[in-house]
């Protein structure tokens, strides 16, 4: 078997997604962008596996703990020599990271469940717990306010409906029917946009989950519709490039916050000095720390997978499908 073409678009999203979180005012944005991160993780975990390919839980968590667990403590080692500001810059993007490690750590579990119960069916039972926390907690500002052990599952809604789309798009593709791109831009901008008017103006106390809480639906929508626009249109190559460093910029962008006051008296030039220093430190750190960590997790998989397979003498179609290659999410 093949290794699959990449999913047109994606890296693009990556990019958008991650820009948001770096340089929107206010929450209602960056954890907007942060729900479309979780579906699209949720979809490029779960491709290979709706493609008929099968991976060892092992080499899985080795592969994944190490693309995240290796930039985020070179990102917080470099924190701690910033100084409190970088650190509680870099603080506030941790809870997704948690929750990323913990969709990671189940993933094995679920998909013995996905063949059982269906992807479907266990996305509904998710939306029905986060329903519960989010009420449970209705006021807490964002996902961070939940603390690690609720926010993975007020959040799982989205990771599994991206589980969801990995499965339709390897039964039926993206879909014709998927209308205006633009439509689904505009929506999801002006559902972001009615959240934070809501928060500030509502008479009641109500906390972004809460809001975003049908927001994964229509993320899962506009994904699809830009998966579409991208199969049909192309992609431009430079945003592509750019989400592949989309995650060093996620990291990145609080410590170069924090080391770029802005300015009244030259709040233009200060801005810009913010913005290359979060484009620089993020590329820089891509080069020297998210790449090296890419390389390393895919050669410490393969070894553990062929190291498995020669234990495992005779048994050829297991040994090819182990050395299988993955789609990278």
């Not at 972004?208 to 049908?214: G, Q």
Request: a positive charge; one cysteine or more; aromatic letters at 10%.
């Amino acid at each position: 078997m093949q290794k699959p073409r990449a999913i047109p678009g994606l890296d693009t999203l990556r990019l958008v997604a991650a820009a948001i979180v770096a340089l929107s005012p206010g929450a209602a944005f960056p954890l907007a962008a942060a729900v479309v991160f979780f579906v699209i993780s949720g979809l490029c975990i779960h491709r290979d596996a709706a493609l008929g390919a099968a991976e060892r839980a092992g080499p899985f968590w080795l592969r994944r703990s190490i693309r995240i667990l290796v930039p985020l403590a070179a990102a917080q080692g470099l924190a701690i020599l910033l100084g409190a500001k970088a650190r509680a810059g870099l603080d506030v993007a941790l809870w997704s990271l948690w929750c990323e490690l913990i969709y990671y750590a189940l993933y094995p579990f679920l998909r013995p469940a996905f063949r059982r119960h269906g992807v479907a069916n266990l996305t509904i039972v998710s939306l029905v717990i986060a329903g519960a926390v989010v009420v449970l907690r209705w006021g807490a500002p964002d996902y961070a306010g939940f603390s690690v052990w609720f926010a993975w599952l007020a959040a799982a809604p989205a990771w599994m409906l991206g589980c969801l789309m990995a499965e339709q798009l390897a039964a039926v593709g993206s879909g014709a029917g998927m209308g205006c791109v633009w439509g689904w831009r505009l929506a999801v901008c002006g559902y972001a946009a009615l959240a934070m008017a809501a928060v500030a103006r509502s008479p009641i106390v109500i906390g972004y989950p809460a809001l975003l809480f049908p927001f994964p639906v229509l993320a899962y929508l506009w994904i699809l519709a830009e998966i579409r626009q991208a199969e049909r249109r192309g992609v431009w190559r430079a945003l592509e490039w750019g989400g592949r460093r989309s995650y060093s910029l996620y990291l990145v962008h609080g410590l170069a916050i924090a080391v770029t006051p802005l300015s009244a008296s030259a709040l233009g030039a200060t801005w810009g000095l913010r913005l290359a220093a979060i484009l620089a430190g993020a590329l820089v750190f891509h080069a020297i720390v998210e790449a090296p960590a890419h390389a390393l997790a895919r050669a410490a998989s393969r070894r553990w997978a062929e190291r498995f397979a020669r234990d495992r003498p005779g048994d050829d179609d297991r040994r090819a499908a182990l050395q299988r290659p993955a789609v990278s999410g």
